[in-house]
């Protein structure tokens, strides 16, 4: 599966966790439900059966073999006011870097280097796919800034692209727009061990990163599934949010500085490593998220924390969406600054999980549950953070806010407790597709937008009360992800794209968001797939304001262009 080898696995904590029971033989975590059965750690759920997979549809070695169209692409016209690559640009280009990247003109394929320019043109989720003919991989900011100054002189447009794990086609050109890639600016360039400031080139992946913090008792303050693929430039530049913005913030609140080149070649040195600076305008600001469209990120300066001693992961069985609501009051009451992560995931996506994923064992012998959550700790004394996530534990079942649950004994449970959360993106697409809507909401509206689509998706006639009818486009809807930081991933999957499930889901979804003040982006960027929408989440002074600053810094619009601004 494509999508497999893109986002390698990722590693979690340096240190095991601490045992807090004694394993039982047969046991894979050990089993934290209440033992009197009054309590329940078995529910029968007949409101919500076990939705299942047919074995033949989920044991399918790979995607399925629907093609991937442009059908979700707005409508958008090449503009003319790009110039064609030449033969000349390529000369030019290949003197530059000698050697470090790759060219095909004219259907024909000038080595530049051994690479092909095809995994450029395409995203992860084989959705959004380019016509790129040109990538261009240099090994300097003196060298981005001499590319970009050449293609703002001829009017080349420009995608700047990472480790291309993005979900919303932002980082893959639409036309034939040069991608440049940061994967051979790949050096740490400073660290301190005293103030944990790392300054590192945008290339960096982002798990070499903490793997080289993880030496130095730091940890970085991202993570995310793509750990093993992404790269830190990339991260800044969509603003990724991650598995641990509930502890660690956003990368608004790390990044002390950045190093950019704007289109006319100007670099931007702003790599600060302060953590305090009222000096005027944050102009960094603009870059962290900014999704390549004013400058290319190619150095970042981030403040990382010293990496956790103890790390204990607890996954849970909830029976509404209303205890799960309780169960993260509480966590956070009890458990305090040792919280740093509580993910919800809820009965389709762990039964789609389990579907195509058979390997990827039940964590619990109950259930299954309308809800789930994977509660982290992460802190620094083992005892203290055991002893706190056990009465929180014993209390949210007593009080039967919680199901079942089980905790993680040592690294390999941990990872597979996470793997529980993180596969689900992996598998969302398996059926033939997926249409991926990445929102904040308020907590309390937050499960009711999966409720609504799903009704409506079925009130349209196109998907059905079984997921194994094969009549309906939609295979199921899927609701998980960041509660801790109140953002939901919601995934229609399906069984191939569809006009008419599209037109059921959009604008449906983005007026359903504007209606509660919630954001049609909370962490994924609006890249192609959301750029008719961000009305729905900013004013229009606002947007006026952003179109001023994309003509203030790139005035001839080669920068990302057909992307949201
Ligand atoms: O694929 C998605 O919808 C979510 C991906 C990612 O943000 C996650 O939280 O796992
Ligand atoms: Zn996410």
Do not use: W
């Given at each position: 599966m494509a999508c497999r080898s893109r986002l390698a696995p990722a590693i979690r904590a340096a240190s095991a966790p601490k045992l807090l029971r004694p394993a039982a033989a047969t046991a894979a975590t050990t089993p934290i439900s209440n033992p009197t059965p009054s309590t329940g750690t078995v529910r029968c759920l007949s409101s919500t059966p076990a939705r299942r997979i047919r074995t033949t549809q989920a044991r399918r070695a790979g995607p399925a073999a629907t093609k991937f169209t442009t059908d979700s692409y707005p409508e958008i016209k090449r503009d003319p006011k790009f110039a064609e690559i030449t033969a000349e640009d390529v000369a030019y280009f290949k003197e530059l870097l000698g050697g470090g990247g790759s060219a095909v003109l004219d259907g024909v394929t000038q080595e530049l280097a051994a690479d092909d320019v095809e995994p450029y043109n395409g995203d992860w989720m084989r959705k959004y796919r380019g016509h790129c003919k040109l990538v261009l991989k240099p090994g300097s900011t003196e060298e981005v800034s001499k590319i970009l100054k050449y293609c703002n002189d001829r009017?080349?447009?420009?995608?700047?692209?990472?480790?291309?794990?993005?979900?919303?086609?932002?980082?893959?050109?639409?036309?034939?727009?040069?991608?440049?890639?940061?994967?051979?600016?790949?050096q740490v360039r400073f660290f301190d061990d005293v103030s944990g400031v790392l300054v590192v080139d945008a290339g960096v992946v982002l798990?070499?990163?903490?793997?080289?913090?993880?030496?130095?008792?730091?940890?970085?303050?991202l993570d995310l599934g793509a750990k093993g693929s992404c790269h830190v430039g990339g991260n800044v530049a969509t603003n990724a949010g991650g598995l641990r913005l509930l502890r660690y913030g956003s990368l608004h609140g790390s990044v002390l500085g950045i190093e950019a080149v704007l289109p006319d070649g100007t670099i931007l040195n702003d790599l600060s490593r302060l953590r305090k600076d009222n000096t005027g305008y944050d102009l960094k600001q603009l870059f962290i998220g900014g999704e390549g469209t004013i400058g290319?990120?190619?150095?970042?300066?981030?403040?990382?924390?010293q990496r956790p001693k103890a790390v204990n992961v607890a996954f849970l069985g909830v029976d509404s969406y209303d205890k799960l609501l309780v169960a993260f009051r509480e966590a956070k009451a009890q458990l305090g600054e040792i919280l740093s992560a509580f993910e919800m995931m809820d009965s389709p996506s762990q039964e789609l999980l389990h579907a195509v994923r058979p390997e990827a064992k039940r964590p619990l012998d109950s259930g299954p549950y309308p809800f789930y959550c994977l509660i982290e700790t992460s802190g620094s004394n083992a005892d203290h953070d055991a002893e706190k996530l056990g009465q929180f534990l014993e209390h949210v079942l007593e009080k039967e806010v919680v199901a079942d649950g089980v905790l993680a004994q040592d690294e390999t449970q941990l990872r597979a407790l996470w793997a529980q959360r993180e596969g689900i993106p992996e598998v969302s697409n398996h059926a033939g597709g997926v249409y991926k809507y990445d929102v904040s909401l308020p907590l309390r509206d937050l499960y009711r937008l999966v409720d609504d689509t799903r009704q409506r998706l079925r009130d349209a006639g196109l998907a059905g009360a079984s997921i194994d009818d094969e009549s309906f486009p939609v295979v199921?809807?899927?609701?998980?992800?960041?509660?801790?930081?109140?953002?939901?991933?919601?995934?229609?999957?399906?069984?191939?794209?569809?006009?008419?499930?599209?037109?059921?889901l959009e604008p449906f979804v983005y007026e359903w968001i504007a209606g509660v003040q919630g954001s049609i982006s909370a962490e994924h960027g609006l890249g192609l797939a959301k750029k008719n929408y961000i009305g729905y989440s900013q004013t229009a002074t606002k947007i006026g304001l952003m179109r001023q600053l994309k003509q203030l810094y790139d005035p001839n619009g080669i920068m990302n262009p057909y992307k949201y601004v």
């Open positions: 009017k080349l447009a420009v995608v700047p692209q990472g480790g291309n794990t993005g979900l919303v086609g932002g980082s893959v050109p639409v036309f034939d727009e040069i991608v440049v890639s940061t994967s051979r600016m790949n798990e070499v990163a903490d793997q080289f913090l993880a030496e130095k008792g730091y940890i970085f303050p290319m990120i190619t150095a970042v300066s981030i403040h990382c924390p199921d809807v899927l609701g998980y992800g960041h509660m801790g930081d109140s953002n939901l991933h919601l995934n229609v999957a399906v069984r191939r794209y569809d006009k008419a499930v599209e037109r059921c």
